[in-house]
């Protein structure tokens, strides 16, 4: 599969992106501290794939969501608010017999020792999904599929599912899978490497996090996660404060890479952001790179509109907000790599009548 998805004979009216994958009400803490010393919280929605879908959409992309919520008012709640944004939820189906999963989190960041989530989604709506429930005729016609590790946390049918969606066959349109190792999610949290690392190996296009890797493989650094990701033919290592580093065209498949050409090895280093809450920021940066990728731009500038995608959610409160408009991240996107570095994004950048600051 090449890194760059292709076009179907229908692209017109398809989906560009169809994403898969659980959406929970998500609630929100109204001033930081334990969840237990939180008096009240906001509602908001949660979900890797939504979110993709969600920032897809208001960057004027025809995006999708696939998933199966409960037939119940949080399900009402998650399909009217992702519909708000312009994603298609056709494909959404509502079960009868199971909730909608939730869950309440601090406001402290996730890789903090003082982060607290509560999710209630045992037994979901989402869970069930299967090979056997999912509308498989969204799917085909659409130029990306977006996936993540946590669906295949979720039960055994949900693990068959993203088997066979990855599965090698004709048409198939260029996967895109995002790690999201999360271990509190896994029943069996030994198994969990394994497969990730499987369904990472049988995806077109890869994000995956330093930290995660290491955490979940035992690997450090950007040329060893490639080592053991020969196969996808874009494998995007998120490194923190560092920035990115891509790698594109593929190594062999017998398990390890071969050394990849400096022209194959692309390094963007991070934005300079005031922070106001360091939540949503993977999704954005998988959405901006994946916005990029369907206009067909160079992999320097892929990266830097996942960088200023990641820059606007990290910079308002919530995991969601309105992209910056094309031109203006277009504009970002083709500064020089000084005036890159120069670059420092606080609350309010996205805004047209917005200057930039740079230091």
Known sequence: MSGTPARTADAATAAEVVCLGESMVTFLPSQPGRLADVPSFGRGIGGAESNVACALAAAGHRAAWVSRVGADGFGDHLVEAIAGYGVDTSGVRRDPSRPTGIYFRTATDRATDVHEVAYYRAGSAASAMSPDNIPYATLPATRVLHLSGITAALSADCLALLHDLTAPRPGRPLISFDVNHRPGLWRDADA?????????????????????????????????????????????????AEGATVFSG???????????????ITTVPALRVDVVAPVGAGDAFAAGFLSAT????????RVRHGHLMAAAVLTVPGD????????????????????????????????????????
């Open 320 to 359: 969601l907000t309105a992209p910056p408009a094309r031109a203006h991240a277009d504009s970002l996107a083709a500064l020089d790599d000084e005036a890159w570095g120069r670059l420092r994004l606080g609350p309010g950048w996205t805004g047209d009548d917005q200057e930039v600051r740079t230091t």
């Open 294 to 301: 369907l206009r067909d731009l160079p992999v320097r500038d």
């Open 250 to 264: 593929t190594g062999d498949t017998q398990g390890t890479a071969d050394i990849p050409d400096a022209a194959d």
């Open 192 to 240: 969990s490497p394994e497969v990730l690392l499987d369904l990472a190996r049988r995806s077109d296009l890869v994000f995956v996090g330093e930290d995660e890797a290491e955490e979940a493989w035992g690997v450090t650094g950007a040329a060893a996660i490639r080592a053991a990701l020969p196969e996808p033919a874009t494998l995007v290592v998120k490194r923190g």
